[in-house]
């Protein structure tokens, strides 16, 4: 039988200029998280871009048209899909691996169907949680925030990777509210008009925090997460 931990680390995983070694609190996670953004920065903000452009689509129609309503559903279609890309950016930066924005869409589209049902089945579970009362969500979602990565960069299923997630997350919950709190703090200078691009881009360098957070779990918090679903030794998804 071997010895290999239930939990292993992807082959691919980062090394620790990206992923640090020991946990250095949410504010200290930026220099990384900048770091891991840098190496595909151009991709990420052309795929934020676009995503921005066909959002704001609806609103050039007359909102009591039917082609309003249309236009809605289809662009709520393609963010997911551009969703799905932005996660396959960051991963490939943490990992230190280029992706093109042709590449990045791609392999977005490959997984949006698993990613749309993912993000659903979340969506359900953020309201059923919500609906008993908000105690529960506060400590119900934070611990969900790691299913993308599982779904994405180990090929997990759907609720595989919300229960991989759950699992991961255990002992290290203040960990994601640090993430948020930071993010928090970060967006609060957008309500001076000097601010709004400072906090753009500190936002844009922060958002491979929960990322990081993920490799880093993996590879130094099994400790912790001992219970944590069979993840295969070499991820079979697009993540290459």
């Known amino acids: 039988m071997s010895d290999t931990p239930k939990h292993s680390a992807p082959k691919h995983i980062a090394e620790d200029e990206m992923v640090p070694t020991a946990w250095p609190g949410a504010f200290g996670l930026y220099k990384y998280s900048r770091n891991a953004m840098m190496v595909n920065i151009g991709t990420y903000v052309l795929v934020f871009l676009l995503s921005l452009v066909v959002g704001a689509i609806?609103?050039?129609?007359?909102?009591?048209?039917?082609?309003?309503?249309?236009?809605?559903?289809?662009?709520?279609?393609?963010?997911?899909?551009f969703g799905a890309a932005l996660i396959i950016v960051v991963l490939r930066s943490v990992a230190e691996h280029k992706i093109s924005l042709n590449d990045s869409l791609q392999q977005g589209i490959s997984m949006f169907g698993k990613?749309?049902?993912?993000?659903?089945?979340?969506?359900l579970i953020a309201f059923g949680s919500l609906l008993c009362f908000i105690i529960p969500a506060f400590i119900i979602l934070p611990r969900l925030s790691l299913a993308q990565y599982f779904l994405f960069d180990q090929n997990m299923g759907i609720t595989e990777s919300i229960k991989a997630s759950w699992e991961a997350t255990r002992g290290h919950i203040s960990k994601v509210w640090g993430i948020i709190g930071a993010n928090i703090v970060m967006a609060l200078l957008l309500i001076t008009i000097i601010g709004i691009p400072i906090s753009i881009y500190l936002l844009t360098m922060y958002s491979a925090a929960n990322a990081i957070l993920y490799f880093w779990i993996i590879k130094h918090g099994k400790a912790t997460t001992v219970t944590a679903p069979v993840a295969p030794d070499a991820p079979i998804s697009p993540i290459k």
């Not at 909102?63 to 662009?75: G, V, W």
């Not at 990613?115 to 969506?123: A, E, P, T």
């Open 58 to 81: 609806p609103s050039l129609v007359d909102q009591k048209s039917s082609a309003y309503l249309m236009l809605n559903i289809a662009t709520n279609i393609v963010s997911v899909w």
């Open 115 to 123: 990613y749309f049902l993912q993000s659903l089945l979340i969506g």
